[in-house]
């Protein structure tokens, strides 16, 4: 009984869920049908918008096209007629320059035309001159023959004879001519030296000290010469070796006088000597110090005084080695000229003599300034000290005009101008009154003698 009233429930059960199933599929079905209509009508909705709006876009590029082209078609006709204008302008213009071609082709015509006529003009006056020219050699000819006939001579003789006359008269008139011109240049030749001379002269004072060619050293008193000689005279015997100077002590008081060819040497003996009677120490050690300091001393005012001067006179570029032989030349004398301040002197005067002449000032004062250089070493090196300066410069770099300048400026005839410029003042500085003691008595004898020419006339 149990059993069968399960196996009912069950199949009922079973049959409930086929049915649901059934009724679940018929209701899917039905909702499936009613929203494929919901979707077609939708579509439809949709495809009817959409041609409705295609039929908008249509019309509207359709009046968008046509505004294009209209405006295109307004643009079109508007450049049209601007090129229609361009065109009539440039159609203008070359009508214009067609006439105005036309009206010089004419004016071309017309001078040809005149230019025929006046060639025309000239053949026939071109004819009528050789006419005539050939009717004046014959009747030159035929004057000719008979003036040959009355002279007696030919023509060739008689051109010959008048051309020997002709020449000797243009000899003498230029013989005359070439002489005053000689003699009027000599003169202003002569002129013009002496001004520049004077101006050179005048625009130039310097001031010379004449130095000795022995120095003398002045002691406080006679005792110092014991002490400068030493014991079995070893201290002057240090003093000689270690200067190259020779020490002389004689009668002369209180003073001991050094000689020497060096000019360096001696007056760094000098300054030695002057220094040890100084300090009171006088031994060979002590000599050999003091000695050796003062060397070191005045070789840097060599240097110094070449430098002083290459400054003074404007110049540059020169060589230390050079430098240092113009500096030596501060205590160098010729003839108790000082010739560092003569080289000076020299500088100027070529600077300005080379400036009134149209010359390069620099390069004159230059040459001035290194014509003496070889007597800086004139007493170590053989030969003249104009050639030894010539070979110091060349040696150093120095141009060749201003090599040969120094190595000719005692030449009898130089043949460089800058070598004339430098004798001239070399020989002005050396002959100033007072500049060379051996001039110096001549110079004072000729002012005595203007002195009592002067006296001799009444009020003076």
Do not use: W
């Not at 009724?23 to 909705?45: F, N, Q, V, W």
């Not at 520049?196 to 005048?202: E, K, N, S, T, V």
């Not at 209180?254 to 060096?262: D, T, Y």
């Amino acid at each position: 009984m149990e059993i069968s009233t399960i196996v009912i429930v069950a199949v009922i059960a079973v049959f409930a869920i086929i049915i649901g199933v059934g009724i679940g599929y018929a209701l899917k079905r039905k909702m499936e049908s009613a929203s494929l209509d919901a979707g077609r009508k939708t579509a439809e909705a949709i495809v009817a918008d959409a041609k409705k709006e295609a039929e908008n876009v249509r019309k509207s590029a359709e009046l968008e096209a046509k505004d294009i082209l209209f405006e295109g078609k307004n643009e079109f006709e508007k450049e049209t007629r601007e090129r229609r204008k361009e065109l009539q302008a440039l159609e203008k213009r070359v009508q214009q320059k067609e006439e105005n071609l036309d009206k010089k082709f004419e004016a071309i015509d017309r001078r040809d035309a005149e230019f025929q006529k006046r060639e025309k003009a000239l053949a026939a006056q071109e004819k009528k001159v050789k006419d005539t020219e050939a009717e004046m050699e014959a009747l030159i000819a035929g004057q000719k023959a008979r003036l040959e006939a009355l002279a007696g001579i030919s023509a060739e003789e008689a051109k010959r004879m008048l051309v020997e006359q002709m020449e000797n008269e243009a000899k003498h008139e230029a013989g005359k001519l070439i002489k005053r011109i000689e003699e009027e240049t000599k003169a202003e030749a002569d002129k013009k030296a002496k001004d520049i001379i004077a101006l050179a002269i005048q625009r130039y004072s310097g001031e010379y000290v004449a130095e000795r060619t022995v120095s003398v050293v002045n002691l406080p008193n006679d005792e110092m010469k014991g002490r400068i000689i030493g014991r079995e005279g070893r201290n002057i015997r240090a003093i000689e070796a270690a200067t190259g100077i020779d020490v002389i002590i004689d009668d002369t008081p209180e003073a001991v006088i050094l000689s020497g060819h060096n000019p360096v040497r001696r007056e760094i003996a000098k300054q030695s000597l002057e220094r040890l009677i100084t300090d009171g120490r006088i031994h060979p050690s002590r000599i050999e110090e003091i000695v050796s300091k003062v060397e070191s001393e005045v070789n840097q005012a060599i240097m110094e005084a070449g430098e002083r001067a290459i400054f003074d006179t404007g110049l540059h570029g020169i060589h230390k080695e050079i430098q240092k032989l113009i500096g030596r030349l501060k205590f160098r004398t010729s003839y108790a000229q000082n010739v560092y301040s003569h080289s000076m002197e020299v500088a100027f005067i070529c600077g300005v003599m080379a400036s009134e002449l149209g010359l390069p000032a620099k390069t004159a004062r230059r040459v001035g300034l290194l014509h003496d250089i070889g007597k800086a070493v004139d007493h170590e090196v053989e030969g003249p000290h104009a050639a030894i300066g010539a070979e110091l410069a060349k040696k150093y770099g120095e141009s060749a005009k201003i090599v040969a300048a120094i190595g000719q400026h005692h030449d009898d005839t130089p043949e460089n101008i800058f070598g004339i410029l430098v004798q001239a003042a070399d020989t002005l500085s050396a002959a100033r009154p007072g500049a060379r003691r051996e001039m110096l008595e001549s110079y004072i004898k000729r002012l005595d003698d203007l002195e009592k020419i002067a006296k001799g006339f009444g009020g003076v």
